[in-house]
């Protein structure tokens, strides 16, 4: 069987880079070793990480928050049998769809390991034991990641787990161990802590999602120990040790002083690798770097010319909408056109409440370039909707040349962020300046009204409510 395009894997940047070449003309397949569709997006990280941070925020506010809005109504009691259940629905209608797609754009689906023969042929090994050969003129690795651990760790995906299993747990943990104060730590240990669990979140450097502003770390924490959860900063852990139902974790602080800590269940979430094992690499000669991800050039290219490479099994960012926009490209590329994208603008975003999100750069990185830059800061409780829906935690930040007023950076922690930082996305795109954003006539009331209150504090000084 013969394609112009062959995708080893069906996760975001896989199925999409399919999508886009089928609508462009080309016969495409896909070759995914289980048997669902999604990857790890769509069937053990976004999608269900998201479902289950909305039922707990439901559960949360329900507690916490309900009785001030005037609603009265009796304890709320958890069934996470059901909130599990509804999570694996979505998950089931999500795949459900990936696969509507693959039906809808003629994209042949092969279930099984692929692994390369040569620069042309793939081997797809079938989960019945039948080996089939696809032959395909160009080729693209989409085979993403999986969770990373520390050597000193064993991983028994029962009491001491990753990420994949602590979205399908039989309990609400007591106690709560992360080790990982990242977005993926974060955002689960929020989940539980909703849920009643205690949280205790270690994390190696001196602050938590540390490749972040350091306002948004230090807010973020200050929100979420608010919130109940623990925070362990400058803790090296040292040992996990599992003893019947109780996990040790040991770890010294930078004090050099041991800590201990005891739990139920024990979340490693230190990130993620590259994941490229039985891929058949050195049959055809493709380089991988010193941390195993796939080497690729400007044009997301291998050092063999019709494969490519993209999303978490190459070097940036691992996240799905930077794997979908890698696939969309690499389809262009291939049927011939000449598209572009911009790492710089690659939004990042974590979903606790309040959210997080962050386009550009970090007042660090701009410190560390030698720009001369001003910064524009407005709270969300200076918004009228903010304090109508209670909401009144965060900020955003602006920051723009110095000389120029072009929008260098745009940081928020506040609801709905995710949504929002599209808004600074899309000025940056363009070049705007903090003048141009702070300009635009915003609706009232709305959370988006915070980023023209901080463009209008990087560009003047003078924001007008606050």
């Known amino acids: 069987m013969k394609y112009d395009l062959i995708v080893i894997g069906s996760g975001p940047g896989g199925y999409i880079a399919a999508v886009r070449a089928s609508q462009l003309g080309?016969?495409?397949?896909?070759?995914?070793?289980?048997s669902t569709l999604g990857g790890t997006c769509l069937n053990v990280g976004c999608i269900p990480s998201k479902a289950l941070l909305d039922s707990s925020h439901h559960y949360?506010?329900?507690?916490?928050?309900?009785?001030?809005?005037?609603?009265?109504?009796?304890?709320?009691?958890?069934?996470?049998?059901?909130?599990?259940?509804?999570?694996?629905?979505?998950?089931?209608?999500?795949?459900?769809?990936?696969?509507?797609?693959?039906?809808?754009?003629e994209i042949d689906i092969f279930e099984g390991m692929g692994s390369f023969i040569d620069a042309t042929h793939v081997k797809v090994a079938k989960n019945d034991g039948s080996e089939e050969t696809i032959e395909g003129a160009n080729i693209i690795i989409a085979t993403g990641s999986k969770p990373s651990t520390l050597p000193f760790i064993s991983i028994d995906k029962d009491r001491i787990i990753t990420s994949t299993e602590a979205l399908k747990l039989p309990e609400i943990p007591k106690h709560m161990i992360v080790i990982g104060g990242g977005v993926i730590g974060l955002e689960l240990g929020s989940v539980y802590k909703r849920l009643g669990s205690d949280v205790s979140v270690i994390e190696y450097m001196d602050k938590i999602v540390p490749t972040m502003d350091a306002d948004v770390s230090k807010e973020l924490q200050k929100v979420l120990k608010k919130q109940g959860v623990k925070f362990f900063t400058s803790h090296g852990v040292n040992s996990v040790v599992r003893k019947g139902d109780e996990i040790t974790v040991k770890a010294t602080n930078k004090k050099g002083d041991e800590v201990e800590f005891k739990g139920d269940y024990c979340l490693v979430s230190v990130g993620r690798k590259a994941y490229t094992d039985g891929l058949g690499l050195e049959n055809v000669g493709i380089k991988v770097n010193e941390r195993g991800q796939v080497e690729i050039n400007d044009h997301l290219q291998t050092n063999v010319s019709n494969i490519y490479a993209i999303g978490d099994v190459v070097k940036g960012m691992m996240l799905a909408h930077k794997a979908e926009e890698e696939g969309v490209v690499v389809a262009e590329i291939i049927a011939g056109q000449k598209p572009h994208i911009d790492y710089n603008l690659i939004p990042g975003i974590v979903y606790t409440w309040p959210e997080v999100a962050a386009v550009g750069k970090t007042e660090q990185e701009l410190k560390d370039a030698g720009i001369d830059y001003k910064a524009g800061k407005f709270s969300m409780r200076a918004l009228g909707r903010s304090r109508a829906s209670g909401d009144i935690d965060g900020f955003v930040k602006v920051l723009a040349d110095k000389k120029t007023d072009e929008i260098l950076g745009v940081h928020i922690v506040g609801a709905r962020a995710a949504d929002l930082i599209m808004e600074a996305a899309v000025a940056m795109e363009y070049r705007a300046s903090a003048e141009d954003l702070a300009r635009i006539c915003h609706g009232h009331p709305t959370y988006s009204e915070a980023i023209k209150e901080a463009a209008k504090a990087a560009w003047d000084g003078k924001p007008l409510n606050a």
């Open 26 to 34: 080309l016969k495409a397949a896909i070759i995914e070793k289980y």
């Open 60 to 105: 949360y506010d329900a507690v916490k928050h309900f009785e001030e809005h005037g609603i009265l109504i009796d304890p709320p009691k958890i069934d996470f049998g059901k909130m599990i259940e509804r999570k694996a629905s979505v998950v089931e209608q999500t795949t459900g769809g990936i696969k509507y797609l693959m039906d809808k754009n």
